[in-house]
């Protein structure tokens, strides 16, 4: 047998033994794929948009991490989810399976980016450490981006929470005065109050008492959904005067003025705090603009004097 015979012989052998690895890679990944049972998600929320466009990958490792990560509802990340409006969106395992997809997501972003700019080789070849640089970088990028989003998103709800409370206690106490009595009163508030979190939880509220919860546990569990305080004094004061017995028009009342005087104390302190946040983009950004705009032209002057 010839040497040239003998190279094409070999070069066939290693083609055939990397098509045989990776056909049996492409099948083991099909059959761990297939095991995975499909999700019941007709009473379940759609999810945020980017976890949609990388459902799947999420999902299958989502199944693969559900061992490992607690789906309890009192765990913090069930918590944190919970607080965040996405408890009928995803689970705690598909979070984390989030943030590893995020993580080698942007990490091979990151890459491409290098390769495409030619950035990641020079005259010598291929620079493999600036691959490993990018991809590390794009993969902490990757995954602490997912939580910053979360505590965003837990953020955004809270203040809306806060913001609509006053004008559906409002509503509640229009109701309640006019005559209805509280579950009523809370059926108005939620066909005629603005869209939001607490129109979503006073909702579940409501089907919880028609399923046959005692409103009280029902307004308790909503209050342990939420963990604001100030969810938590309505919720307990309303749930005290139901017990004694008193009139509901004069306390809800009073529980409207003192979120409204909440809130304005609120946009007091951050109204308070802007200046102090506002200093260091002030002193790192502005003032050396500043600073170069005024001195250019005396710098100019002096150069051209020869001063």
Same mark, same amino acid.
């Given at each position: 047998?010839?040497?040239?015979?003998?190279?094409?012989?070999?070069?066939?052998?290693?083609?055939? %033994?990397? /098509?045989?690895?990776?056909? #049996?890679?492409?099948?083991?990944?099909?059959?761990?794929?297939?095991?995975?049972?499909? @999700?019941?998600?007709?009473?379940? *929320?759609?999810?945020? #948009? /980017? &976890?949609?466009?990388?459902?799947?990958?999420?999902?299958?490792?989502?199944?693969?991490?559900?061992? =490992?990560?607690?789906?309890?509802?009192?765990?913090?990340?069930?918590?944190?989810?919970?607080?965040?409006?996405?408890?009928?969106?995803?689970?705690?395992?598909? &979070?984390? %399976?989030?943030?590893?997809? %995020?993580?080698?997501?942007?990490?091979?972003?990151?890459?491409?980016?290098?390769?495409?700019?030619?950035?990641?080789? *020079? %005259? $010598?070849?291929?620079? +493999?450490?600036? +691959?490993?640089?990018?991809?590390?970088?794009?993969?902490?990028?990757?995954?602490?981006?997912?939580?910053?989003?979360?505590?965003?998103?837990?953020?955004?709800?809270?203040?809306? #929470?806060?913001?609509?409370?006053?004008?559906?206690?409002?509503?509640?106490?229009?109701?309640?005065?006019? /005559?209805?009595?509280?579950? /009523?009163?809370?059926?108005?508030?939620?066909?005629?109050?603005?869209?939001?979190?607490?129109?979503?939880?006073?909702?579940?509220?409501?089907?919880?008492?028609?399923?046959?919860?005692?409103?009280? *546990?029902?307004?308790?569990?909503?209050? *342990?959904?939420?963990?604001?305080?100030?969810?938590?004094?309505?919720?307990?004061?309303?749930?005290?005067?139901?017990?004694?017995?008193?009139?509901?028009?004069?306390?809800?009342? $009073?529980?409207?003025?003192?979120?409204?005087?909440?809130?304005?104390?609120?946009?007091?302190?951050?109204?308070? @705090?802007?200046?102090?946040?506002?200093? &260091?983009?002030?002193?790192?950004?502005? &003032?050396?603009?500043?600073?170069?705009?005024? =001195?250019?032209?005396?710098?100019?002057?002096?150069?051209?004097?020869?001063?």
């Amino acid at each position: 047998m010839s040497p040239g015979t003998q190279v094409n012989l070999a070069i066939a052998l290693i083609a055939l %033994a990397a /098509g045989s690895a990776a056909g #049996l890679v492409a099948l083991l990944i099909g059959s761990s794929v297939a095991k995975i049972p499909p @999700e019941d998600r007709r009473y379940k *929320d759609k999810p945020p #948009l /980017g &976890f949609r466009l990388l459902w799947w990958p999420i999902q299958w490792c989502g199944y693969a991490l559900r061992p =490992f990560i607690s789906n309890a509802p009192n765990s913090p990340l069930s918590v944190k989810l919970r607080k965040a409006g996405l408890e009928y969106c995803i689970n705690a395992p598909q &979070f984390i %399976a989030a943030r590893i997809v %995020a993580a080698f997501s942007v990490a091979t972003f990151f890459c491409w980016i290098l390769n495409a700019t030619g950035l990641g080789s *020079d %005259a $010598a070849g291929i620079i +493999y450490g600036r +691959y490993w640089k990018a991809g590390s970088i794009g993969a902490v990028f990757g995954w602490f981006y997912v939580a910053i989003w979360l505590k965003d998103q837990m953020a955004a709800r809270k203040s809306l #929470l806060q913001k609509t409370l006053p004008f559906y206690i409002d509503l509640i106490t229009l109701c309640v005065e006019a /005559g209805l009595n509280l579950q /009523g009163a809370l059926s108005q508030a939620v066909a005629k109050g603005p869209k939001g979190a607490l129109r979503d939880e006073i909702q579940r509220v409501l089907r919880d008492v028609r399923a046959g919860k005692a409103r009280a *546990d029902a307004l308790r569990n909503m209050s *342990d959904r939420l963990q604001e305080s100030s969810v938590t004094n309505f919720v307990t004061a309303m749930i005290q005067a139901e017990r004694m017995g008193m009139n509901l028009g004069p306390m809800l009342r $009073a529980q409207a003025d003192q979120r409204r005087s909440e809130r304005f104390l609120r946009a007091e302190k951050l109204a308070m @705090e802007a200046p102090v946040k506002l200093l &260091f983009p002030l002193i790192v950004f502005i &003032f050396p603009c500043t600073f170069i705009v005024l =001195f250019f032209p005396i710098g100019v002057q002096i150069s051209q004097l020869g001063l």
